[in-house]
């Protein structure tokens, strides 16, 4: 009994001093800083206002029933039960996003690698050139339109004109209606809008490999590109790499505005839909907010959680 | 012949490279980039296609009659209608310029320190923004619409800018880059006396300009595309590209004007690339996530 109403007591004069100063060299270390804070201040004062926070507020919201005129009420996991136990377009949605992240994810970051990789080859004039050509369309806004006459239903479309033409069909196909044929074209156009920044990256970092690496590795006995390719390009881009599987892998989750622009919203019978589709369906036309946002936490969890496990697995590469 | 263009073609003096395997990945690498550039192309024939080309059957690729009647067409069209076509222009450059340079700034003044000092939360700070590269501002859409109304910028400029001004990949790319500036430029300013805004702006800034034309190439064409999303209701405060979009709406009889604004809206992205190609490349080349 003693012991006990003792021990606080001589812990606390123990700790005191300590935790004292430690709050002081936080202070002094603060002070000392002070400018860096300020810089950084505006910059952080809108990440935080605009990014981090709504994350949190996300997150509490999908945990209630909110529409926007009624005040929340708190309904425990209930949204996340009818989501993922009831709500079978979810299901449509959950499914075509992952085609989306299992194709058009890895085939858009082999290709920015790929593509990267055979221009690097070229001279550096037809190389800035190249580059352009495979980099314009992710930086042309919103020229996927021009897919729209491609795939156009009628007969004027390009793809059915020339399948015409050449006697393939008799008569035009409905590209963008049938159920069909959606979504390989949705990941078409996205393949064709994929190589942006990680393609800049990966030409990058091709460049900056060092020339000595290289020629050390021939004398050593690489014989050919790939092998060259797999023993000291891959292992000395690794950071590169990294970076950009991080950009394609949250790009191919994402997938909405093409999907809208191509198919629709909603598209036939759901054929284009995506968790970001659905999330703006509840979130900007049903007004179910604290659904919308559990919408939003699944995508935050499935997106945080495929790069995390990339990151691991890249860590890997060429080891 | 043939060997003499790839010669010509490849870079000069590379180990280990066999002509036929060469050969087979330029056939590859042109293949791709014709699907790669002829939509672009033919968006470019397009818009200067006169009315009876552009209905043509079977469609054609390449304009035979150029004309200029659309870009005329779509000043006409646009003189008349209840906003001018200068209003959605001017709305437009607005966001973009003010979002790019402000993002600029911005995001290099916050990099600044991250790059080169360690203080109390910058490495926790580092790694949230870091983590932000992994999401999409989708998921965030729906608190993001309450905070904005909550400031009461539904329906101003401030909704689509401000929020682009702390676009997670500008900072981390600006960081990495700055980086590689000597520690010893930074001390050597700091012996002079230089207070940490002067050396901010005099030594930093000057050093990564590079990375200005990269973080303008990541910012401009988002901004330059924007259609003013949920936030914007009023006609007089829409955007280019939202224009665009009322125009298709208008139907075949606007395929041609249509075309016409298509090109504007590609067209300067692109040439910001062109013009600011190398520096990107020098900046994207730090770009790179360490372990």
Redesign the interface.
């Known amino acids: 009994m003693q012991a006990e109403t003792i021990s606080p007591a001589v812990s606390t004069d123990l700790v005191h001093p300590k935790k004292h100063s430690k709050l002081a060299n936080?202070m002094r270390?603060?002070k000392?800083?002070k400018?860096?804070?300020i810089?950084?201040s505006?910059?952080?004062l809108?990440?935080f206002?605009?990014?981090?926070?709504?994350?949190v507020?996300?997150i509490t919201?999908s945990f209630f029933y909110f529409n926007m005129l009624e005040f929340p009420r708190f309904i425990g996991w209930q949204n996340y039960s009818r989501l993922l136990l009831n709500d079978d377009v979810f299901m449509i949605a959950m499914r075509n996003t992952f085609l989306f992240a299992v194709f058009s994810g890895p085939i858009s970051y082999i290709?920015c690698f790929l593509?990267a990789w055979?221009?690097?080859?070229?001279?550096?004039k037809?190389?800035?050139i190249?580059?352009?050509?495979?980099?314009?369309?992710s930086?042309?806004?919103?020229?996927f339109?021009?897919?729209l006459?491609?795939f156009s239903g009628d007969?004027?479309?390009?793809l059915n004109?020339?399948l015409?033409?050449w006697g393939f069909i008799l008569e035009p196909i409905q590209w963008l209606t049938n159920e069909k044929y959606i979504l390989p074209i949705i990941m078409i156009v996205q393949l064709?809008l994929s190589?942006g920044?990680s393609f800049?990256?990966f030409?990058?970092?091709l460049?900056?490999i060092d020339k000595s690496i290289?020629?050390a590795g021939?004398i050593d006995g690489?014989?050919?590109?790939w092998?060259?390719l797999w023993f000291i390009t891959l292992p000395s881009?690794?950071?590169?790499l990294?970076?950009g599987a991080?950009?394609q892998?949250?790009?191919s989750?994402?997938v909405?505005d093409i999907s809208i622009a191509l198919a629709g919203f909603p598209s036939v019978n759901y054929a284009g839909h995506t968790i970001?589709t659905h999330?703006?369906d509840y979130?900007?036309i049903r007004f179910e907010?604290g659904y919308?946002?559990a919408i939003?936490?699944v995508?935050?969890v499935i997106?945080?959680g495929t790069?995390?496990l990339t990151?691991k697995l890249l860590?890997r590469v060429g080891e | 012949m043939a060997a003499k263009t790839l010669g010509?073609?490849?870079?000069?003096r590379?180990?280990?490279?066999?002509f036929t395997?060469?050969f087979i990945?330029?056939l590859?690498?042109a293949v791709?980039?014709a699907?790669?550039?002829l939509?672009?192309v033919?968006?470019i024939n397009n818009a200067f296609k006169p009315l009876d080309e552009l209905?043509i059957?079977?469609?054609r690729f390449f304009v035979r009659n150029p004309t200029t009647d659309n870009f005329y067409d779509l000043v006409a069209l646009m003189g008349n209608s209840w906003v001018p076509l200068s209003r959605y222009i001017v709305n437009t450059l607005f966001i973009t310029i003010v979002g790019t340079v402000g993002h600029i700034i911005?995001?290099s003044?916050?990099a600044?320190?991250?790059a080169k000092?360690r203080?109390?939360g910058?490495k926790v700070?580092f790694s949230?923004?870091v983590?932000?590269?992994?999401?999409?501002g989708?998921?965030?859409?729906?608190?993001?619409y309450?905070?904005m109304s909550w400031l009461g910028w539904i329906n101003t400029h401030a909704s689509i800018i401000?929020?682009s001004?702390?676009f997670?990949?500008g900072?981390f790319l600006m960081k990495q880059f700055m980086e590689q500036i000597p520690d010893a430029l930074l001390e050597a300013a700091k012996i002079d006396g230089a207070?940490?805004?002067r050396i901010?702006a005099q030594i930093v800034m000057p050093n990564v300009k590079p990375a200005w034309l990269t973080l303008m190439?990541?910012q401009f064409?988002a901004l330059?595309?924007s259609d003013g999303g949920?936030f914007i209701y009023s006609e007089n405060l829409k955007t280019l590209?939202y224009a665009?979009g009322q125009i298709?709406a208008g139907g075949i009889a606007r395929a041609g004007v249509g075309a016409a604004v298509?090109l504007i809206?590609?067209i300067v992205?692109?040439t910001l690339?062109?013009i600011s190609?190398?520096n990107?490349?020098?900046?994207?080349?730090t770009?790179?996530?360490?372990?």
């Open positions: 936080l270390e603060l000392k800083n400018h860096y804070y810089l950084m505006p910059y952080m809108i990440f206002a605009f990014t981090v926070i709504p994350v507020i996300s919201l290709a593509f055979i221009i690097n080859e070229l001279s550096p037809v190389r800035a190249m580059t352009l050509v495979f980099y314009a369309p930086i042309s806004g919103n020229v339109f021009i897919w006459i491609v007969r004027y479309g390009y004109g020339f015409i033409k064709w190589l920044t800049l990256a030409i990058a970092g460049q900056t290289i020629e021939a690489i014989r050919n590109r092998q060259e881009m690794r950071p590169q990294m970076f991080v950009m892998i949250t790009g989750f994402a909405a970001v999330l703006m979130g900007t907010m919308a946002s939003a936490t995508l935050f997106m945080l790069n995390m990151q860590r | 010509a073609l490849r870079a000069p590379k180990l280990n490279r066999s395997v060469s990945l330029f590859f690498l791709f980039g699907f790669m550039v939509p672009l033919y968006a209905f059957f079977p469609p911005l995001a003044a916050a600044y320190p991250l000092f203080f109390p910058s700070l949230i923004v983590m932000s590269l992994m999401f999409t989708h998921v965030t859409a729906i608190p993001n309450m905070v401000i929020p001004l702390a997670p990949l900072l207070s940490e805004y901010y190439i990541l064409p330059w595309g949920n590209h665009l298709t298509a809206l590609m992205p692109i690339f062109i190609q190398s990107v490349i020098q900046t994207m080349a770009s790179g996530m360490k372990e």
